[in-house]
């Protein structure tokens, strides 16, 4: 199972760490994705980790702005989300894939977590 957590409300150009903590497996192999629904519009990737040496994707959106990191000690995956925009609002998901490698296509992934609500706004 997985937890996706840390969603709120937070000002343009505020900050926000989400978190994506598993249960009942460990992450170690895992790659492990985030991705984002926002109201009327179809799902999309932001960011994904792979398993095996750290490394990272970035939707071009994101770039720049979020950090995806792991700590396999925690079973924990984050999002840490800077300089947020009013365009950055969704339900966030984070995914995991038992694979060693990058996984960015949605469609690969197994394990879905609930969504956590970001919403950014003055």
């Known amino acids: 199972q997985l937890q996706a957590s840390g969603g709120g409300l937070v000002q343009p150009g505020g900050s926000l760490r989400l978190s994506c903590a598993a249960s009942g497996f460990t992450l170690d192999y895992y790659a492990i994705g985030w991705f984002r629904q926002a109201p009327g519009k179809e799902r999309e990737g932001v960011s994904c980790?792979?398993?095996?040496?750290?490394?990272?994707y970035y939707a071009d959106s994101v770039k720049g702005r979020f950090t995806i990191s792991r700590d396999n000690a925690k079973n924990t995956v984050y999002l840490q989300m800077n300089s947020l925009k009013p365009e950055d609002t969704a339900v966030y998901y984070c995914?995991?894939?038992?694979?060693?490698?990058?996984?960015?296509?949605?469609?690969?992934?197994?394990?879905w977590g609930q969504g956590t609500q970001v919403t950014v706004s003055s």
């Open positions: 995914a995991a894939v038992l694979s060693r490698v990058l996984v960015v296509a949605e469609l690969w992934y197994d394990y």
């Open positions: 980790i792979s398993s095996s040496d750290g490394s990272t």
